[in-house]
C-alpha cells in the first residue's frame, strides 16, 4: 500500500489541513513510500519507535507527534528518535488537535462508544471551537459509581477532587489536557468536569466553585482517537496493524 494514499485519507478524514493547531499535524517523518504494516501508539517515543521497529512497521500514528509551534534542534533525544526512525524506513504521522474533536474518530467522541454516556451536544471551547462533550446522566448518579466505571472501561486510576454533588445529573468531558476549560464548566452550571490531568492552580479554582473533577489520566483518555485510527486503516485498506501500549501513569 502506498504511504501517500494512507495520509490523503487521514488528512481528509481528519481535515488535517483546516484545523488551527500548535501540533505539525499530518505526515511529519517520510518513509520510502510503501505500508505494510502499521503501528499506533499515543506518544512519539523512542521506546515507541524501537517496538515499531522490531514488529516491523513501516508507518507510526501517534496522537503526540515529534514536531510542535518551534523549531527543532536534532541533538539528544530528538536524534536518536529521527535516527531510528530513518534506519527502520518508518514513516510518522501526527493527529492532535484534530483527533480529540472528530466527531466518530476522535477521543472525545470515543467516550460515548466506551463508557456508554448519553452525549447531548459539545462542550469545550478551544481556538473557536468545541472539542469536547456533554454528558447528561439518565438519573443521578454518584461520583464513586462514575469514578469506578471510569477505572473499568479506561483501564486508569483516576484522581478525584469531590468538591460539589454527590450525585451528579450532568459533566464535561474533554481528554487530554483540558484543565484549563474548567472555568468553562463552572460557568455552564455542570455538576462535573471530567480530564486527563491536573494543574496545582487549578484546584482551588474548582473547590471555591464547588464543582466535582475527575482526572482520568492523560494517557489513558487518548488511546482511543489512535484505535479509533487503527480499525478504520484496517477496514478501508486491509493493512496490518499492532497497538503499541506504553502508559506513563498521567
Same mark, same amino acid.
Not at 530528538?78 to 524506513?89: C, F, G, Q, T, V
Given at each position: 500500500?502506498?504511504?501517500?494514499?494512507?495520509?490523503?485519507?487521514?488528512?481528509?478524514?481528519?481535515?488535517?489541513?483546516?484545523?488551527?493547531?500548535?501540533?505539525?499535524?499530518?505526515?511529519?517523518?517520510?518513509?520510502? &513510500?510503501?505500508?505494510?504494516?502499521? &503501528?499506533?501508539? +499515543?506518544?512519539?517515543?523512542?521506546?515507541?519507535?524501537?517496538?515499531?521497529?522490531?514488529?516491523? /512497521?513501516?508507518?507510526? +500514528?501517534?496522537?503526540?507527534?515529534?514536531?510542535?509551534?518551534?523549531?527543532?534542534?536534532?541533538? &539528544?533525544?530528538?536524534?536518536?528518535?529521527?535516527?531510528?526512525?530513518?534506519?527502520?524506513?518508518?514513516?510518522?504521522?501526527?493527529?492532535?488537535?484534530?483527533?480529540?474533536?472528530?466527531?466518530?474518530?476522535?477521543?472525545?467522541?470515543?467516550?460515548?462508544?466506551?463508557?456508554?454516556?448519553?452525549?447531548?451536544?459539545?462542550?469545550?471551547?478551544?481556538?473557536? +471551537?468545541?472539542?469536547?462533550?456533554?454528558?447528561? #446522566?439518565?438519573?443521578?448518579?454518584?461520583?464513586?459509581?462514575?469514578?469506578?466505571?471510569?477505572?473499568?472501561?479506561?483501564?486508569?486510576?483516576?484522581?478525584?477532587?469531590?468538591?460539589?454533588?454527590?450525585?451528579?445529573?450532568? /459533566?464535561?468531558?474533554?481528554?487530554?489536557?483540558?484543565?484549563?476549560?474548567?472555568?468553562? /464548566?463552572?460557568?455552564?452550571?455542570?455538576?462535573? #468536569?471530567?480530564?486527563?490531568?491536573?494543574?496545582?492552580? @487549578?484546584?482551588?479554582?474548582?473547590?471555591?466553585?464547588?464543582?466535582?473533577?475527575?482526572?482520568?489520566?492523560?494517557? /489513558?483518555?487518548?488511546?482511543?482517537?489512535?484505535?479509533?485510527?487503527?480499525?478504520?486503516?484496517?477496514?478501508?485498506?486491509?493493512?496490518? @496493524? #499492532?497497538?503499541?501500549?506504553?502508559?506513563?501513569?498521567?
Amino acid at each position: 500500500m502506498k504511504l501517500e494514499k494512507i495520509t490523503n485519507l487521514l488528512d481528509e478524514t481528519l481535515k488535517i489541513k483546516e484545523i488551527e493547531d500548535y501540533s505539525q499535524n499530518g505526515l511529519q517523518v517520510e518513509n520510502s &513510500g510503501q505500508v505494510k504494516k502499521a &503501528g499506533f501508539t +499515543v506518544d512519539a517515543s523512542l521506546a515507541a519507535f524501537q517496538q515499531a521497529a522490531e514488529k516491523g /512497521a513501516d508507518l507510526l +500514528v501517534v496522537h503526540h507527534g515529534l514536531f510542535w509551534d518551534k523549531p527543532v534542534i536534532l541533538t &539528544g533525544s530528538m536524534y536518536n528518535r529521527i535516527k531510528l526512525l530513518l534506519e527502520a524506513d518508518i514513516a510518522l504521522y501526527a493527529a492532535h488537535l484534530p483527533l480529540d474533536m472528530h466527531a466518530t474518530l476522535g477521543n472525545n467522541a470515543r467516550v460515548q462508544k466506551i463508557m456508554g454516556w448519553e452525549v447531548s451536544g459539545d462542550f469545550g471551547e478551544y481556538k473557536g +471551537v468545541e472539542i469536547g462533550k456533554k454528558v447528561d #446522566f439518565r438519573s443521578p448518579v454518584s461520583i464513586h459509581q462514575i469514578t469506578r466505571e471510569i477505572s473499568e472501561k479506561l483501564n486508569c486510576e483516576p484522581l478525584v477532587w469531590n468538591f460539589g454533588k454527590e450525585k451528579v445529573k450532568n /459533566a464535561g468531558y474533554v481528554s487530554g489536557g483540558a484543565i484549563g476549560l474548567l472555568q468553562q /464548566a463552572i460557568d455552564e452550571g455542570l455538576d462535573l #468536569f471530567i480530564t486527563g490531568e491536573p494543574k496545582h492552580e @487549578c484546584y482551588w479554582v474548582a473547590k471555591e466553585a464547588g464543582i466535582n473533577v475527575i482526572f482520568a489520566g492523560h494517557y /489513558a483518555t487518548e488511546t482511543l482517537g489512535v484505535k479509533a485510527i487503527q480499525e478504520l486503516l484496517q477496514k478501508e485498506f486491509n493493512l496490518e @496493524c #499492532f497497538f503499541i501500549d506504553l502508559p506513563t501513569g498521567l
